[in-house]
Antibody, heavy 121, light 106 residues
Framework: EVQLVESGGGLVQPGGSLKLSCAASGFTFSGSGIHWVRQASGKGLEWVGRIRSKANSHATAYVASVKGRFTISRDDSKNTAYLQMNSLKTEDTAVYYC????????????WGQGTLVTVSS | YDLTQPPSVSVSPGQTARITCSGDALPKYYTYWYQQRPGQAPVLVIFKDSQRPSGIPERFSGSSSGTTVTLTISGVQTEDEADYYCQSADSSGTWFFGGGTKLTVL
């Protein structure tokens, strides 16, 4: 069974940092791309960024609003992806989901349950 | 680029719900649809414009015409009440979501 489990959320002050983890199981993690998607309370989904598989050079891409502040990485030996968030702003407050990029352009076929990040003083 | 969805759609049980998503780039790239029930993570219901993942009921279907794609739910059931999001990507691998449509089953 494919599972994605996010952790690391919490309360952080503006300007602070937080690192989220996405632990995967039930599939060949090293062969899959991983996305991060966030959702502010009562708002829609916003794609944050992605990291491709080793075969695709672990290439990353980000939405403009987080470029230079957020970094996505992965450790295939631990079946885990990470979202390092620096210089956090109040507008980064959201539930953060990780999702698997399905093979053969099948979209984001599995999602974690999400972890809440609150940026507030 | 922008993907535009109606904020809300309302139907009675057993009727057909159609949720549209418009965007200039949609003819070039595949569209995906996600269902999100309150308090839950999104679930993929349509991929590559019109294909249905395993486990998704046949009443869910997708179609495209020019710059508009449509998610159709035939014979709507009360359990289909949820937010629905369209999604697409551009050539650089950047992904976009529509603003979401709240489906109310009256």
């Amino acid at each position: 069974e494919v599972q994605l489990v996010e952790s690391g959320g919490g309360l952080v002050q503006p300007g602070g940092s937080l690192k989220l983890s996405c632990a995967a199981s039930g599939f060949t993690f090293s062969g899959s791309g991983i996305h991060w998607v966030r959702q502010a309370s009562g708002k829609g989904l916003e794609w944050v960024g992605r990291i491709r598989s080793k075969a695709n050079s672990h290439a990353t891409a980000y939405v403009a609003s987080v470029k230079g502040r957020f970094t996505i990485s992965r450790d295939d030996s631990k079946n885990t992806a990470y979202l390092q968030m620096n210089s956090l702003k109040t507008e980064d407050t959201a539930v953060y989901y990780c999702a698997r990029h399905g093979t053969d352009q099948k979209g984001f076929d599995y999602w974690g349950q999400g972890t809440l990040v609150t940026v507030s003083s | 680029y922008d993907l535009t969805q109606p904020p809300s759609v309302s139907v009675s049980p057993g009727q057909t719900a159609r949720i549209t998503c418009s965007g200039d780039a949609l003819p070039k790239y595949y569209t995906y649809w996600y269902q999100q029930r309150p308090g839950q993570a999104p679930v993929l219901v349509i991929f590559k414009d019109s294909q249905r993942p395993s486990g998704i009921p046949e009443r869910f279907s997708g179609s495209s015409s020019g710059t508009t794609v449509t998610l159709t739910i035939s014979g709507v059931q009360t359990e289909d009440e949820a937010d629905y999001y369209c999604q697409s990507a551009d050539s650089s691998g950047t992904w976009f979501f529509g603003g979401g449509t709240k489906l109310t089953v009256l």
